[in-house]
Structure formats: C-alpha cells, structure tokens
C-alpha cells in the first residue's frame, strides 16, 4: 500500500476510522489508536474545556460559598473555640465542592486557583469578623479604614502562628486538589 498523502512511501498503516493508508509521518496516536489527520481531530475532553463563562460562575459561586463558609466558620468556632483552626479543613472542601458542583465538575488550574483563593478569603473573612464583633456587639459598624486594619492585622497574626500557617496550606491544598 503506499500512504494516501505522501505515494511514494509504502506502508502497512491504516487509518483505524476511515480505513485510508497512511505512512508513520501523517499517523496521528489517539486514546483509541492511529488515525489519520482528518480523522484524530484531537478535541480537550469535555472536562478540560472552561469557557469565560464558566469562570464567571466559578468566580461568583466561589464568592458566595466563601462568605457562608466565613459565617458558619466563626458562629462553629465561637461554640467550640479549641476547634477553630481545625474548621478550615471542611471549609476549603466545601467552598472547592460548590465551585466544582457549579461549574459541572470541570477541572483546570483557573479552578484551582479560584478555589484556593476563594478559601483564603473565608480564612480573611472569619478573621476579620471575630476581630470586629466588638463593634458590632457595642452598636456600631466599623468604618472602612478599620476593616482594612483588621484584616491586616487577621494577616500579620496567621502569618505569625506557625499552626496557622499549616492549616491554612491544608486548606489550599485541599481546595487546590478537588481540580486535580
């Protein structure tokens, strides 16, 4: 036989859809064996292909999750304080579980990230919100320049906390892995 692209080479090789001759150069290896060019028109699999789309509904369910997380997160810690660190391991599964769910189990590292830093910001939040219940419990909001101190200082003490710095890379690797 000689290939149907090039004829002056003699092969042995068939397209296995289509049948046509084809020499090693224009064989093509797929999950399910050697096509031809025509043929292999190698697509992403349907779980590797995100769309904009999908990271907009990645990014608000992400958001949303995070937040409800950050509040069953402090009102659990507040009832059981010895527990506190230990919550933000069913926190970045479930924030990373409700991304997955939302954008129909795809899988890329966009999510990944996504998921990761949607966890760090329930991390931030629920720090932020117990260090500002204070205020709250006296009656007053705090203003925008405390709640940015606030969240400075909820930074400046994980980073110190060697056993906050562990959990805290459990929960990104957790909520990292759900996209693997």
């Known amino acids: 036989m000689k290939c ?19 020499c090693p150069k224009c064989m093509v290896m797929t999950p399910v064996g050697a096509r031809c060019r025509d043929c292999a028109r190698m697509r992403r699999l349907p ?34 304080p010895f527990l506190w660190l230990f919550m933000a ?24 990230a996504m998921a990761a830093g949607c966890f760090l910001l329930s991390y931030l939040l629920v720090n932020v919100l117990s260090h500002s219940m204070g205020y709250m419990v006296a009656g007053t909001l705090p203003d925008p320049g405390t709640i940015l101190l606030l969240a ?10 060697i056993y906050s710095l562990i959990f805290l890379a459990l929960g990104v690797i957790i909520a990292a892995s759900r996209f693997r």
């Not at 400075?152 to 906390?161: D, E, K, T, W, Y």
């Open 89 to 112: 391991l069913p926190a970045s599964y479930g924030i990373a579980e409700a991304i997955s769910l939302s954008v129909n189990r795809k899988r890329t590292r966009g999510l990944q």
């Open 47 to 80: 779980t590797f292909d995100v769309t904009p789309r999908h990271y907009v509904i990645a990014a608000m369910t992400g958001l949303g999750a995070a937040v409800a997380s950050s509040i069953v997160w402090y009102v659990l810690a507040s009832l059981i």
């Open 152 to 161: 400075i200082r909820a930074v400046v003490n994980s980073l110190l906390s």
């Open 4 to 22: 149907a692209t090039h004829p002056d080479v003699e092969t042995n090789l068939t397209c296995g859809r289509c049948g046509k001759p084809i």
